[in-house]
């Protein structure tokens, strides 16, 4: 099973300021199908990115997805005080077919 | 984009069978491809469980894989979860999932279930 690491925990930000958070793999993702969510306080995960680098409907394009192998990175170009919440990244290995997610990365207003 | 909404009892004893419900809504479950069940225990990450095609075909997470049954019922456009000889380590909030490319795409509101006695 592969194991997703991300980081940091924790990153503490200003409104307007670039975001960077990072998400590493124990092994190739195969064909980078790495996604990110959204997830704020008692909402569900909401999708915003799905291989790697390919906006979801409605996603603003200031969010944005790199990354391939095992190194992947999600960048949120100028923070809106609604982006402050937690990002999951999530993998798809196929075999066996199988989701994993990584711990989260929390992005806090400073 | 379809609607999910998850439903089914918020209390179940140990060693009992959590069973859910999601209603699928906005669109026929033959329309889709995939669908999935994900949960989150309190305060914690997320873990997939499963998923089921719109034939039946189904594949779970081996961790759970022994415990899991997820079904689908066409005539009723909704999908189901059951999880067999629950603990307190089954209490979470459990969402429904309709699957995208390589992802997981539209998400219920999704349903906290405790394990208690």
């Known amino acids: 099973e592969i194991v997703l690491t991300q980081s940091p925990d924790t990153l503490s930000l200003s409104p307007g300021e670039r975001a960077s958070l990072s998400c590493r793999t124990s092994?190739?993702?195969?064909?980078?199908?790495l996604a990110w969510y959204q997830q704020k306080p008692g909402q569900a995960p909401r999708l915003l990115i799905y291989?790697?680098?390919n906006r979801a409907t409605g996603i603003p394009d200031r969010f944005s997805g790199s990354g391939s192998g095992t190194d992947f990175s999600l960048t949120i170009s100028r923070l809106e005080p609604e982006d402050f919440a937690v990002y999951y990244c999530q993998q798809y290995d196929s075999s066996p077919p199988l989701y994993t997610f990584g711990q989260g990365t929390k992005l806090e207003i400073k | 984009q379809v609607q999910l909404q998850e439903s089914g009892p918020g209390l179940v004893n140990p060693s009992g069978t959590l069973s859910l419900t999601c209603a699928v809504s906005?669109?026929?479950?033959?329309?889709?491809?995939?669908w999935s069940w994900v949960r989150q225990p309190p305060g914690k990450g997320l873990e997939w469980i499963g998923e089921?095609?719109?034939?039946?075909?189904?594949n779970y997470n081996p961790s759970l894989k022994t415990r899991v049954t997820i079904s689908v019922d066409q005539s009723k456009n909704q999908f189901s979860l059951k999880l067999k000889s629950v603990t307190a380590a089954d209490t979470a909030v459990y969402y429904c999932v309709a699957n995208g490319w390589y992802s997981l795409e539209d998400w219920g509101q999704g349903t906290l279930v405790t394990v208690s006695s």
């Open positions: 089921i095609y719109r034939s039946g075909s189904t």
């Open positions: 291989d790697a680098s």
């Open positions: 906005g669109g026929s479950i033959n329309e889709g491809d995939w």
């Open positions: 092994q190739t993702v195969s064909s980078n199908h």
